[in-house]
């Protein structure tokens, strides 16, 4: 969490973090900044509070974060500007220089924060000389990096506000299907029957996902990656989005993830599987299979698991049930395709990850992840996942963020 | 614009281009993708049309850019991870070589595209000695960089998709002031009286604010980086974004700043500066002078001159009326702060830049870009901007593409 910065950088041996101005939504900023809206620097020395340095434009809304702005124009930007802005790569060295003066930084420093790739790796590269009689630049551990480790568990703050996104984001599914449920399916004896709104018009998805919206809208979210509402063999490719001209039909799988956040803040992700009116048995086998795996991988969540013993639980499960699996079937796009969990807060994706391989990350107190287990078969026209998102308390035991009912089918009363 | 990109590799001598996977917003990958929704990366090749890399989860979302799609798995990346997953440096050399034999990468190539600047700065510096034996990875030219040169200008395409988002953002604008209007000013004497909701409430900045969000949703635009409605004091910093709580009281001046996008697509951005009822004579005269030097950039708007040209004019005009500008007063905080003007497109601020000095930018035919003079004095009370998107056509006239009145006061008819 937060309080675990200055010792991560004891760890790393790191005496500053900068975060560059940059416009680009920037979780690292908003971590650091308190959420503040401006686009200017952050500065972080080991053991003192971040200091932020903004335009004079954004002077105000960098004050709401409550620490210790500088402007730029207090630092002489103007000033450097003119003498170096025909050399941007001069005027950076000079700019940079400025402020680990003005803020006496110096040995090592790591830059973190999202940005331009070309102009950061350009800039610290030059810097890195332009700037060795002061400071050190170094890229720091990347996998997972300094933040990555602080994201991985949540303080207190942290974790009332992924609460309180938790529950909008389920009233906001809650609402979707009950709406749905209002509808009446088409009159007529035919596979594949379309829902029919009350004007006798079919029901799309591009309809469903401008319903979701709005109910979004109303509670202050935004949906920043894009819903996924996917149906039959769009369902079956876990990150096919849905096609908004698509009517919504009866008997379809339908996989509906929804991840959205409060503005400039914390993530929920949650996702559902329906069918209306009814389900192959085929499909109603995957659900249970899928909503068997969710509960077996809950019980798990104890402090001091590792996240790949969740994963691999979950491929033997579903391998002893027939389904291709990434553990036998590494590439596989049928059965069960992808990890099993994710962290999330000021990312949708974030530490803890929950793959097989490679990761050694460990359930702790603090933690906020998904759980969802999925299979898919796109040839087939159908996949089903099941998505919470929790969180381990600190009496050690898991928590269900998400509030929403888990049933496959949506019976029509419209 | 897009059709340059190959002229301009081949000025800076590159081979290729990488946008690397990253799950930021990425205007850089929505150029070359033809705005498709993935997260994997892009390589072009000069001469060649991009081809892009997606995770097989997000393969049909990625073949609706119309281009080339491999998926990670037909490049070997599960064996390639579980191979070297547990050291990413190694991984991501042995990644990108993989990408560079598949699909004959070699010669000079540079990484552009968003994302999490101390990881592709580590990987940047791996893969520059991993890889030398086959690439040569160069940070490329940085102000501006070969992306901000071809944005600089729109094709027909993207003059159509601006012309649009013109189109709705304006209604929203009209719709608001349109709103405003319709309601009542408290019935008492006093200096900034407030404006009062049919309930007898105060309508306060946070109530238009969410009224706006509205119109945007109905519209299907995204207030991405959050708009300014800004009063009196905060009126006067430029960037302040207004105060969800206050009241909205006649005779002050409201900065109305709306900068949305189409989703993860093209901007718009404009500006107008409203008083209800009545503005005080300075406020008055602040918009006249402001008004005065729109109109006059704009007669300006020729392709050949140099943006510096229409700043240095608009510093002439304001100097002359006794306003401080950011010319003859470097860091004032008063007056004329900030530059005349930006192009905008992927990114809402973009090339031309219009600043007087250590800028090179001429302005053209298919230019986009805003003229936004402004006058500001917090510690007076009071800020006034004007701001609209227009466009260089074909003819090499300028074509205003935001479409709202300009008129300083409401009258309140409610």
């Known amino acids: ?189 035919a596979e594949n029957r379309r829902v029919i709104q009350a004007d006798g018009s079919p029901l799309t998805i591009g309809d469903v996902k401008r319903y979701v919206r709005g109910q979004l809208f109303e509670r202050d979210l935004e949906d920043i990656e894009g819903m996924i509402f996917a149906q039959g063999r769009d369902a079956g490719v876990p990150h096919s989005k849905g096609e908004d001209s698509d009517p919504v039909r009866l008997g379809e799988t339908i996989v509906f993830d929804l991840f959205p956040r409060e503005p400039g803040g914390y993530f929920h992700d949650m996702t559902r599987t329906w069918c209306i009116g009814y389900a192959s048995p085929e499909a109603q086998a995957a659900y249970d299979a899928v909503m068997e795996a969710y509960h077996r991988s809950i019980r798990m969540c104890k402090p001091g698991t590792p996240t790949a013993n969740l994963q691999e639980m979950v491929c033997a499960y579903f391998e002893e049930r027939g389904h291709p699996t990434v553990r036998n079937t590494p590439g596989t796009t049928d059965g069960y395709v992808h990890s099993l969990a994710h962290g999330l807060g000021l990312n949708v994706h974030e530490a803890p990850y929950f793959r097989s391989k490679a990761s050694d990350y460990h359930i702790q107190v603090g933690n906020v992840f998904t759980i969802e287990p999925g299979l898919y078969y796109p040839e087939r026209g159908y996949g089903v996942r099941i998505e919470d998102t929790v969180t381990i308390n600190e009496s050690g035991s898991v928590e269900v963020l998400t509030d929403c009912p888990y049933d496959l089918i949506i019976e029509l009363n419209g």
């Open 1 to 189: 969490m937060k309080a675990d910065l200055d010792r991560l950088m004891e760890t790393e041996g790191l005496d500053a973090l900068v975060i560059p101005a940059a416009e680009n939504d920037n979780p690292y900023r908003a971590y650091l900044s308190n959420g503040a809206h401006y686009t200017g620097d952050v500065i972080k020395k080991r053991g003192e509070p971040p200091v932020l340095l903004a335009h004079a434009m954004e002077r105000d809304e960098a004050a709401k974060s409550g620490l210790i702005v500088y402007t730029y124009d207090e630092l002489g930007y103007g000033q450097l500007y003119y003498e170096h802005g025909h050399d941007m790569d001069a005027f950076n060295a000079a700019w940079y220089r400025r402020i680990f003066e003005k803020l006496a930084v110096s040995g090592h420093v790591a830059f973190y924060g999202v940005g331009d790739i070309n102009r950061m790796f350009r800039m610290l590269l030059y810097l890195r000389d332009a700037l060795a009689d002061r400071v050190t630049i170094v890229p720091g551990a990347v996998n997972p990096n300094l933040f990555n480790k602080a994201y991985e568990t949540k303080d207190t703050d942290e974790i009332a506000r992924l609460r309180d996104v938790a529950a909008r984001t389920s009233a906001v599914a809650q609402a979707a299907r009950a709406w749905i449920a209002e509808h009446c399916a088409e009159n007529r004896h």
